[in-house]
């Protein structure tokens, strides 16, 4: 069973900063695709970030330029930095980890409150 644990999530001011980090339990981290995802109140889930298993990263337009995505393999460790945070960014941020379509995990969340 593959485990995903979100931290660092927290109340900050706007234009402030936060550094997600998603763990994970499985030992060949390295091979899978990661994504960070968010869910504002009363709205969709939404893909942020993405970084695959050979690091490319990919963004969702509305944080580009704010976020970046990172992974450690060695640590089993995904980051999202984010900067410049916005009251637009405030949700419940989400780690998934993808080895193919029948093995897909999800972390618990972190919830991120960005204050006006």
């Known amino acids: 069973q593959v485990q995903l644990v979100e931290s660092g999530g927290g109340l900050v001011q706007a234009g402030g900063s936060l550094r997600l980090s998603c763990a994970a339990s499985?030992?060949?981290?390295?091979?899978?695709?990661m994504d960070w995802y968010r869910q504002a109140p009363g709205k969709q889930r939404e893909l942020v970030a993405s970084?695959?298993?050979?690091?490319?990263?990919n963004y969702a337009d509305s944080v580009k330029g704010r976020f970046t995505i990172s992974r450690e393999n060695a640590k089993k460790i995904m980051y999202l930095q984010m900067n410049s945070l916005k009251p637009e960014d405030t949700a419940v941020y989400y780690c998934r980890g993808v080895l193919s379509a029948n093995n897909v995990y999800w972390g618990q969340g972190t919830q991120v409150t960005v204050s006006s």
């Open positions: 970084i695959s298993r050979g690091g490319s990263t």
């Open positions: 499985v030992s060949i981290f390295s091979i899978y695709t």
